[in-house]
């Protein structure tokens, strides 16, 4: 186990302070409508300055409850591509996810919300393929950050290969154990951030000092 957060903020400024919080951050992709920074390529050198380790995450808007609505596959292959297409900017290593976020309580026994989530995430396994070329494996891995029952679902029918436990007890399928990472409390200081923990597998973590596969 380790133990790192996640920070909707551009943490350039953090990075000292960061590394002696923990030894990983979760930092976000973006679309160009959000109000909150992206991940650059010169955050990133910052971060992987001070031996930090990256995990990329992908939210279409920060704390966007009730996005079912807009959860189809359409959605889904575009921000699947405008994640893949950010990663590559930097360049994210290869064979690296993006954990894209279902930042609600929703639950794959509801026919409705299951079939959109589905569908958003196949749509987002479809845009890597596409920003990949036909006949190559797609640079990135296809991550959830989410509600135990979403990973576990979203897992085992093979749309993803890693998830992210948010910190949500109310949520269904909290107690799932299968996580790469679990989303701790929320804290103020020294900035914004979530406390987050991981397992000691292969949780996706990556720096510009990791070589690209």
Request: charged share 15%.
């Amino acid at each position: 186990m380790a133990n790192g957060i996640d920070s909707q903020l551009d943490c350039t400024s953090y990075a000292h302070q960061i590394a002696s919080m923990g030894s990983f951050i979760g930092r976000y992709y973006r679309p160009a409508v959000s109000i909150w920074p992206t991940l650059t390529r010169a955050e990133a050198q910052a971060l992987s300055a001070v031996g930090l380790s990256i995990v990329s995450l992908w939210e279409y808007i920060s704390g966007s409850k009730g996005r079912i609505g807009s959860l189809n596959y359409d959605a889904g292959n575009d921000e699947g591509k405008q994640g893949y297409t950010q990663a590559s900017r930097i360049p994210q290593p290869a064979g690296t996810p993006i954990y894209y976020a279902v930042d609600d309580g929703y639950d794959p026994q509801d026919q409705s919300e299951a079939s959109a989530i589905d569908d958003y995430f196949r749509g987002i396994n479809d845009g890597f393929a596409q920003c990949a070329g036909s006949g190559n494996a797609p640079r990135y891995k296809v991550g959830v950050y989410g509600p135990g029952a979403i990973c576990q679902w979203l897992k085992a029918n093979g749309r993803v290969e890693y998830t992210w436990l948010a910190n949500a007890p109310k949520w269904p399928g909290y107690g799932y154990a299968g996580w790469n990472i679990k989303q701790g409390v929320a804290s103020t200081l020294p900035f914004d951030h979530d406390t987050d923990e991981c397992n000691s597998g292969d949780n996706g973590f990556w720096n510009l000092e990791t070589p690209s596969v």
